[in-house]
């Protein structure tokens, strides 16, 4: 898939650190008009502001509260692109005391999180004349090793979106 950002309005989520700052980068230098850099903290993206001035527009976001994601949306009405890029990871076996908490959490973020995003940005994208809605996985959420059993349980149900596009044809 190919799709231009140059002169594009972009929304990322975990843009503080990591993947979702190198995202946040890459956008601007290959000409974004505008990232919207949605974090927990706006404080946390301060040295991306510094480093780019008004093309970094902070937004508070927290994927385990729907109602920052319908402000976010609100906020940011002019996205044509959203990068879903936020996750968590909280290490656990499926027998350890804390797996239910762990998988609490991480559905909270990983799964609903997703499906907030996707349900308030959905309108905005078809207003602005349609765009683009990515979901960002990494390695660690795909691979399984010995504390990432809760993690794995996530996976199946973020990716039922991707394996069926046709239930999100009329968006």
């Given at each position: 898939?190919?799709?231009?950002?140059?002169?594009?309005?972009?929304?990322?989520?975990?843009?503080?650190?990591?993947?979702?700052?190198?995202?946040?980068?890459?956008?601007?230098?290959?000409?974004?008009?505008?990232?919207?850099?949605?974090?927990?903290?706006?404080?946390?993206?301060?040295?991306?502001?510094?480093?780019?001035?008004?093309?970094?527009?902070?937004?508070?976001?927290?994927?385990?509260?729907?109602?920052?994601?319908?402000?976010?949306?609100?906020?940011?009405?002019?996205?044509?692109?959203?990068?879903?890029?936020?996750?968590?990871?909280?290490?656990?076996?499926?027998?350890?005391?804390?797996?239910?908490?762990?998988?609490?959490?991480?559905?909270?973020?990983?799964?609903?999180?997703l499906i907030y995003m996707a349900g308030a940005f959905a309108p905005v994208l078809k207003a602005n004349g349609g765009g683009v809605f990515a979901?960002?996985?990494?390695?660690?959420?795909?691979?399984?090793f010995p504390d990432s059993a809760t993690l794995l349980l996530t996976v199946p149900q973020k990716l039922r979106p991707i394996q069926s596009p046709?239930?999100?044809?009329?968006?």
């Open positions: 898939m190919n799709y231009d950002i140059k002169d594009k309005t972009i929304l990322v989520t975990g843009a503080n650190r990591g993947i979702g700052k190198a995202i946040v980068e890459s956008f601007i230098e290959h000409g974004a008009t505008k990232v919207y850099a949605a974090v927990r903290q706006i404080n946390s993206v301060s040295s991306l502001v510094e480093q780019y001035g008004d093309q970094v527009v902070p937004i508070q976001v927290d994927l385990g509260d729907p109602k920052s994601i319908v402000a976010a949306a609100q906020t940011a009405s002019d996205v044509q692109i959203v990068i879903n890029n936020a996750g968590v990871f909280q290490a656990g076996t499926p027998l350890a005391e804390d797996a239910i908490a762990a998988l609490e959490f991480q559905m909270k973020i990983n799964v609903y999180g979901q960002i996985n990494s390695v660690a959420s795909l691979k399984g046709r239930h999100y044809e009329n968006y």
